[in-house]
């Protein structure tokens, strides 16, 4: 700041000594100039409304469901771990008022960020097995006998996760300039207030599989070989398991705290009334202080049968488990933009790239808490309308 005081004091020297070595003519052209420049601030708009939308890449990890009776799936089908995981990308909507008085360099602000997505999957894999054919002749005549699959290997995942997250701040900012960056022009608006943000996701998954069917072959007895059977072999039981498994959870973090933020935006061509680009820059840290809740509940069935002469199947072992936690924390919260603008008299129009991090936010955890961080990072493009002049 000192660097920025010099610095005009060093430019109201010069322009003093200009002065009083200059003609009236000079002068009067001074003034002059003086008188248009506060003519153009006083035709700023006090008030600018913004719309915008951002993709994003989703950070928001959770604890894949693997139950250790699954892990006898066979190695021809895929693991249900690739399926079972949460959306990678969704898309944000966004708002933001901003009222700037005349005459003043405070800028207060209120905006809202929402967004959700959802993935839902069914991937079923499973094998084909022939059926076991005996042929034979009697009587002169051919015959087949067969044995059709009473089941089959396979292994069939679905899964339903689906998150929302609603970020709100109120914030007071002053505009103090670029003059750090060696610049007149442009704005440097510092801000502190309050940020509010509510992050929930749901999960409901089910998994299936018969890892170890197969035919259990045996032979005729002797005293049927008259048959002049080809192939001797024949199908005596068809073992199988049934394994099932199912998960539903409920996740959620809701938070507020003091939030600052530094926003600039710095001309590089043309001006507000022809047509002017700027460069935009700003980061934004927040605490916020709330509670984070998870609901899980699984259960676990395994089941065997032989199929054929014991078609009713087994019950094996039957498990059911719940858990509910809840806990109180202070969630960091870190974030950024960069970014173009072009503006037109009193519209504006904006992309970019913009990245906000809340660093343990969520428990992905099943059977215990396991912390997880949230997070939102992507393009975005938004218009502005001023509004008052």
């Known amino acids: 700041m000192s660097e920025l005081i010099q610095k005009h004091d060093n430019r109201a020297t010069i322009r003093w000594k200009l002065l009083t070595g200059a003609s009236a003519l000079a002068l009067t052209a001074y003034v002059s100039s003086a008188s248009m420049a506060g003519a153009e601030d006083a035709g700023q708009p006090q008030i600018w409304i913004e719309l915008g939308g951002q993709l994003n890449r989703l950070e928001d990890g959770q604890e894949l469901f693997a139950p250790p009776l699954f892990d006898a799936r066979p190695s021809i089908f895929s693991s249900s771990d690739k399926f079972e995981k949460p959306p990678l990308f969704g898309f944000d909507e966004s708002g933001k008022i901003s009222f700037q008085p005349h005459d003043s360099d405070w800028v207060l602000s209120a905006s809202v960020r929402y967004g959700r997505s959802a993935s839902k999957r069914h991937v079923h894999q499973q094998s084909y097995p022939k059926r076991h054919d005996l042929y034979f002749t009697y009587g002169g005549q051919n015959f087949v006998s067969y ?3 009473y089941a089959d290997r396979f292994a069939d995942t679905r899964s339903q996760n689906s998150e929302r997250h609603l970020i709100v701040d109120f914030q007071a900012g002053k505009d103090v300039g670029l003059g750090m960056f060696g610049s007149t022009e442009g704005t440097s608006v510092i801000s502190a207030g309050v940020r509010f943000a509510h992050f929930s ?3 409901n ?3 299936k599989s ?6 259990v072959y045996g032979y005729y007895p002797s005293y ?3 048959f002049n059977a080809t192939n001797t072999k024949v199908v005596l039981s068809q073992p199988y398991h049934s394994n099932w498994a199912s998960l ?3 996740r959620s973090f809701r938070g507020v705290g003091p939030s600052i933020s530094w926003n600039a935006s710095l001309p590089f061509a043309g001006n507000s009334q022809d047509g002017e680009l700027t460069f935009d820059w700003g980061l934004n840290a927040a605490a916020l202080f ?6 899980t509940s699984h259960q676990t069935t395994a089941r065997s049968g032989h199929g054929g002469f014991h078609p009713h199947p087994i019950t094996l072992y039957k498990t ?3 858990h509910t936690r809840s806990r109180n924390l202070t969630v960091p919260n870190v974030g950024g933009f960069a970014g173009l603008s072009f503006r037109y008299t009193d519209v504006k129009f904006s992309v970019g790239y913009r990245a906000d991090f809340f660093f343990g936010a969520m428990d992905g955890g099943i059977d215990t808490r396991k912390t997880e961080n949230v997070g939102f990072n992507g393009p975005y493009a938004s218009i502005s309308i001023g509004l008052g002049d």
């Open 224 to 226: 049927i070989t008259y």
């Open 201 to 203: 996701s749901k999960s």
């Open 147 to 149: 044995w059709s699959p």
């Open 205 to 207: 998954i089910a998994i």
């Open 290 to 295: 709330g509670r984070q809740m998870t609901k």
């Open 210 to 215: 018969d890892p170890d069917w197969h035919f």
């Open 320 to 322: 059911s488990t719940s």
């Open 248 to 250: 539903r959870a409920a």
